[in-house]
């Protein structure tokens, strides 16, 4: 059986015998008895397994090391220690033997040494409960989708279009790498002309809105962006909606209704974890994140942002700029300022990418950014520019190719209509409800400059 089935109704099992299997996390052997703080992995909480010298093969029991795999029938019995229940044993099989020099010994490990255990690091408490979040707030996302009508669209991971303009894409080609000089003939790659890893799904998203009315990607995506910070990573997973005759109002609807929902089944289904990160991690996360889902997030343009900036009686390190972006010290001054979730929407659209709906001022786009507080940027959208004129002039204005693009441009030409989207990093939201501040400690194998390990 598994622990978490034994922990969720102990009084079931109370007096009765039961075999589990799992991993030695701790192990002390007495003369006439022993402990083994036992993990199976299905829970955030650990079995204390007793034993003693009734044992026939008691010598060997009490020569198992820390991360071995083993086998335990005993009868589960009220305990005289700090948990509820332990298990006294009367039959302990080993599965799996382990070595004395088993990294993951029971001791404090720091995160940087753990990134270099990365296929290990699952076996240690903090991670244990990252990554069981993980999953838990992934079936959430794909929830909340499912029930409300959305069709889930697997974006292609190798395309020709980027998405953002930025050209921070990884190429992907056949081509000999000892020959790659100077100008290359992209006709004798593989695909036949120069392309890369995603950088986004929306685009692509976008032509199944035009189909389904609501859609939604969950995927891995790719920036070659040459950043050591907390939260870059060179592939991450983002959630992209696209939703047909829907406006910037209701994107933002959606995005709140969203986040909240999330919010809400984590706390619901990994109180476990979320009691591990408020007491161990960041003190306070279980009332960050209570308070998040009974908050009315607040709207603001970006205008009127920059003007409670200027007027702050606050020396900033960035002096906030009309027309410009905002810094992570503004982003933390407006959620303290309104005391929870902002989002801050109509900005400047010099700033934002060409596809974003152009506003009557012809200064500012219909894009929206929401910062939560203790995180600042947590998702960001637009309403998308329908008009096919209006796009192309836009293209023009910013030298932009429409070659490769026609098929999305074509979506402005055989039936287009007002439609909206928004992403946002699964890993920036990870970071959000775990406490957790570094994006390699909340993705199983991180990828970042200099580092592509396992």
């Not at 392309?195 to 920036?223: C, D, N, W």
């Amino acid at each position: 059986m598994d622990l978490r089935d034994l922990f969720s109704d102990t009084k079931k099992y109370l007096n009765n015998e039961v075999t589990i299997c799992g991993w030695i996390r701790l192990h002390r052997d007495q003369k006439t008895f022993g402990f083994i703080d036992f993990s199976d992995g299905t829970c955030q909480t650990h079995l204390q397994v007793v034993y003693d010298e009734k044992l026939t093969n008691f010598s060997d029991v009490q020569k198992f090391l820390v991360g071995s795999a083993i086998s335990v029938t005993g009868v589960v019995v009220e305990s005289k220690g700090n948990q509820e229940i332990e298990l006294q044993a009367s039959n302990i099989t080993l599965l799996g033997d382990c070595p004395e020099d088993y990294p993951i010994q029971p001791k404090r490990h720091t995160r940087e040494f753990l990134r270099e255990q990365a296929y290990l690091r699952p076996r240690t408490n903090l991670f244990q409960a990252v990554f069981r979040v993980r999953s838990i707030a992934a079936y959430a996302i794909h929830k909340y989708f499912q029930e409300r009508g959305y069709v889930y669209f697997h974006a292609p991971l190798i395309t020709a279009s980027d998405c953002e303009g930025a050209g921070e894409m990884f190429q992907v080609t056949t081509l000999p790498i000892d020959k790659i000089k100077g100008e290359v003939d992209y006709s004798k790659d593989f695909f036949g002309k120069l392309t890369g890893l995603t950088v986004s799904g929306q685009l692509e998203a976008e032509t199944f809105a035009m189909a389904y009315k609501k859609t939604y990607t969950f995927g891995p995506t790719f920036r070659a962006e040459n950043s050591n910070t907390k939260t870059h990573a060179a592939e991450f997973w983002m959630i992209e909606p696209e939703i047909a005759f829907c406006d910037l109002e209701g994107d933002m609807d959606i995005m709140e209704d969203m986040l909240k929902y999330i919010v809400k089944y984590v706390l619901d289904n990994a109180k476990e974890e979320i009691n591990f990160f408020d007491a161990f991690v960041e003190k306070g996360l279980k009332e960050k994140l209570e308070k998040l889902i009974n908050s009315k997030f607040v709207r603001i343009d970006h205008k009127d942002v920059i003007k409670l900036l200027k007027e702050a009686p606050v020396k900033w390190e960035f002096e906030p700029v009309y027309g410009g972006d905002i810094a992570k010290e503004h982003e933390k001054y407006i959620t303290e300022y309104f005391n929870g979730p902002v989002f801050i929407k109509n900005w400047p659209k010099d700033i934002k990418a060409f596809y974003m709906k152009l506003n009557p001022d012809n200064e500012t786009v219909a894009a929206v950014d929401l910062e939560v507080p203790g995180a600042g940027e947590l998702m960001g959208g637009s309403q998308r520019e329908e008009n096919y004129d209006k796009l192309i002039k836009r293209m023009q204005e910013l030298k932009m190719s429409d070659n490769g693009l026609e098929w999305y441009l074509n979506l402005r030409r055989y039936g287009g209509c007002v439609h909206s989207g928004f992403g946002m990093g699964f890993e920036r939201l990870l970071i959000y409800l775990t406490g957790v501040d570094n994006i390699r400690d909340v993705i199983p194998y991180p990828r970042t400059p200099k580092s592509c390990d396992y």
